[in-house]
């Protein structure tokens, strides 16, 4: 059981915008602003879209775009596109103890 | 372009060590700023923060790995390993290399670059 809860899957039609869930804590994603969110195809790296709760990468699309309330951060995807189908994972910052907490994963399908 | 690849035996016997390399092309490993991380993803589930290590050797692990992983650099050759002892089914999983950027030595960063993965099963 990964520290955070993503969705499983989401899905949505090209144009049509998407939000993936990402619920921890108050021990991390509730405590620090530290949370990233990465896009990985079939086979590849994992790939950095977001950083910071909210922050671009240089070379990633403003159609993604991140925010934080308490203890649930989410990742938006406006305007998907058939390249957006992929895994997104969540990661946040937890504390000296035990630094990084994952989220499960969630399969993005553009339909 | 920073590129990190993960290599090392994609079968380990139950009760053996496991040992992976990650090779960084594309910069040094001695640059400060950077810390350089093992993840790790089971078969069908999220993924798992093994440790770091800094070009110094500075390491810190996951509290619930610590008696079983060692962590260690060699920037002569822009490399860092993982080995993880006793393994058992548990640690089958693709293992992924990372670079953790960071502000200043103090403050936490954000994994900016990673391996492919490499899949390891445990299995006799």
Same mark, same amino acid.
């Given at each position: ?52 709760? !909210? ?13 934080? !309330? ?25 504390? !000296? ?15 | ?124």
């Amino acid at each position: 059981q990964s520290a955070l809860t993503q969705p499983a899957s989401v899905s949505g039609s090209p144009g049509q915008s998407i939000t993936i869930s990402c619920t921890g804590t108050s021990s991390d994603v509730g405590s620090y602003n530290l949370v990233s969110w990465y896009q990985q195809h079939p086979g590849k790296a994992p790939k950095l879209m977001i950083y910071e709760v !909210s922050k671009r990468p240089s070379g990633v699309s403003n159609r993604f775009s991140g925010s934080k !309330s308490g203890n649930t951060a989410s990742l938006t995807i406006s305007g998907l596109q058939a390249e957006d189908e992929a895994d997104y994972y969540c990661c946040s910052y937890a504390g !000296s103890s035990t630094p990084w907490v994952f989220g499960g994963g969630t399969k993005l399908t553009v339909l | 372009q920073v590129q990190l690849q993960e290599s090392g035996p994609g079968l380990v016997k139950p009760s053996q060590t496991l040992s992976l390399t990650c090779t960084v092309s594309g910069g040094s490993i001695s640059s400060g700023g950077y810390y350089w991380s093992w993840i790790r993803q089971h078969p069908g589930k999220g993924l798992e923060w093994i440790g770091y290590i800094y070009y110094s050797g500075s390491t810190y692990y996951n509290p619930s790995l610590k008696s079983r992983v060692t962590i260690s650099v060699d920037t002569s050759k822009n490399q860092f390993s993982l080995k993880l002892s006793s393994v058992t089914a548990a640690d089958t999983a693709v293992y992924y290399c990372a670079r953790e950027t960071r502000p200043d030595t103090a403050t936490p960063g954000v994994f900016d670059y990673w391996g492919q993965g490499t899949l390891v099963t445990v299995s006799s």
